[in-house]
């Protein structure tokens, strides 16, 4: 396959053919593993990558996030990719999420055999009250670290007894 390719300031009024070169895609491929080196199916994998942008005279960095979940085998792969550095995370019920940082995929070749190693995780697990003593039903409980992640998604809603519990932790 080939990567997207944009190009800006076309006038459409001249006239002009326009020649755009695609450039070959890469991918990325590999296995999500438990403890003991076996493949963790189910698990949640996430592509990350910083995109430059010009709008007018300024420069926009916009993070992309593509998402993928293991098969069977633990086995993930991100197809369609352009040049550059990208960080995979992976995240699985009752484990500790965990992540490979500064991978480079160079322009037209495959990145395979990347091992993403996850950990048994501590859960937490509980009951939200409200003030009169009924049950808290519907609030959301989450991990609360020292500098807490903005784009932290984890956590329990309770249920409708006000429990809940909270998994995959350190």
């Keep these: 396959g080939y990567s997207s390719a944009t190009e800006r300031g076309v006038d459409p009024t ?11 895609a890469s991918s990325i491929s590999g296995f999500v593993l438990d403890e003991e080196g076996y493949g963790v199916r189910g698990a949640e994998v996430q592509l990350a990558r910083t995109v430059s942008m010009q709008m007018g005279g300024n420069v926009m960095m916009m993070r992309s996030i593509e998402s993928a979940d293991t098969d069977a085998d633990g086995a993930f792969e991100f197809e369609g990719l352009g040049p550059g550095k990208v960080s995979l ?9 965990a992540s490979r940082s500064d991978i480079d995929v160079p322009r037209g070749e495959d990145v395979t055999g990347v091992e993403i190693p996850l950990t048994a995780g501590a859960i937490v697990s ?5 003030s009169d003593g009924r049950p808290a039903i519907g ?3 989450r991990e609360v670290a020292e500098s807490p992640d903005p784009m932290s998604v984890g956590g329990a809603t309770t249920d409708g007894d006000g429990r809940y519990a909270v998994d995959g932790l350190e």
Aim: aromatic share 4%.
């Design 14 to 24: 001249s006239g002009d053919a326009l020649e755009i070169t695609l450039q070959p």
């Design 89 to 97: 995370s992976a995240s699985a019920p009752g484990m500790q999420k």
């Design 126 to 130: 509980g009951q939200v009250f409200l």
């Design 139 to 141: 609030a959301r409980v």
